[in-house]
């Protein structure tokens, strides 16, 4: 921390480093209708997932109820939600996604 003026009312200190946004994570819930294979799609086309981490990301939410697609900064993850929620309704299916901080289980 660097002192940046000789102000006697006010003192502006400087970081050195830039802040780490807070992230958050896409969770992705399951559900009885929505197919395998539109949720494989899913991680991969709007979370990057190769297609055996799609796959096994898909099998471990249909086994234990919920799973994360991916962890971004706020912005970035509300809209990924957004999105994909979007492409699900348009598809007519029910998946439901969650986006929470990280640090919270
Ligand atoms: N349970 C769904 C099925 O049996 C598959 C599924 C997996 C749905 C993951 C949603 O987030 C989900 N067709």
Redesign the pocket.
Known sequence: MTRRDDSPLTQTLERSETARPRLFRVL?????????D??VM?LRRYFRQDDAQARA???S??QKG??VAGVYTREVAESKAAQVTAHARQEE?P???SVEPEGES
Do not use: A, K, R, S
């Open positions: 992705l819930l399951n559900d009885d209708y929505t197919p395998m539109f949720v899913v990301i898909m099998l939410v249909h919920q799973g299916y998946l439901e996604l």
